[in-house]
């Protein structure tokens, strides 16, 4: 063998084994401290890691099997798949040209401080490209918390790109007074927006008491979060 080609095989051996072993933390290390997300345990490889996810108020949501795809990065796309087996929870994270969450499923409880309830999810995809909303795909389902002002109503709807924006309209299914907008933009920032018809002066003023303001209908709150990845920021290739 030449010793070209020997230096030119041993170069590509070299390549393969430090990239087999190239740490989970590589894909995780912008999470460690997220504004919505936060990693606080990784092990593994970038091809078959682990990690534990936590909301940034330390809310736990459990433990995740991660897994970079060989294919997609071969065709130019970063794509990390998670499971979490135990709560029956799925999602692929993209960081290519295409940035955001596809084919997320699985329930997803928020917290009593926001939108006090629980999400289920099936099929959910939100991809921008260049700033903006390319796919919305997918069904969710919101149980709302026993509470006097959504008492306690299921809350359906499909996503859709508009204006830009991935937008959920989330309308009752036996009803509750109220609707809920979700809305993400491409620079990472997530909205929920509720807004409940009622004249009852009980509910109108246990509403501002929780941060609601009044309106010509009743009574709206609108919650914010940033979420962990934007159109601007990509996860960095091993």
Do not use: Y
Request: glycine share 12%.
């Amino acid at each position: 063998m030449k010793t070209r080609t020997m230096i030119a095989v041993l170069a590509g051996l070299s390549v393969a084994a430090v990239a087999a072993l190239t740490p989970a933390t590589v894909l995780t290390g912008q999470l460690a401290e997220g504004a919505a997300l936060r990693v606080s345990e990784a092990s593994g490889t970038v091809w078959r890691g682990r990690v534990a996810l936590a909301t940034a108020q330390g809310r736990r949501l459990g433990s995740f099997q991660i897994g970079l795809s060989p294919w997609a990065l071969l065709a130019g796309d970063l794509r990390v798949h998670a499971k979490d087996k135990v709560a029956g929870r799925a999602f692929i994270l993209r960081a290519g040209r295409d940035k955001g969450v596809q084919g997320l499923n699985g329930p997803i409880s928020l917290g009593a401080d926001q939108l006090p309830g629980r999400i289920e999810a099936t099929g959910v995809t939100a991809l921008f490209r260049d700033g903006r909303c390319r796919r919305a795909a997918g069904q969710i389902r919101f149980r709302a918390a026993q509470d006097p002002l959504l008492a306690g109503a299921t809350f359906s709807g499909a996503p859709a790109c508009v204006g830009g924006d991935w937008v959920a309209r989330l309308t009752p299914t036996g009803g509750a007074g109220a609707v809920i907008t979700l809305r993400a933009d491409g620079a990472g920032r997530l909205q929920a927006e509720i807004a409940a018809v009622t004249a009852d002066p009980l509910l109108v003023q246990a509403a501002l008491d929780r941060g609601f303001v009044k309106d010509a209908a009743g009574v709206r709150r609108i919650v914010t979060a940033r979420l962990v990845l934007s159109a601007e920021k990509a996860v960095k290739r091993p």
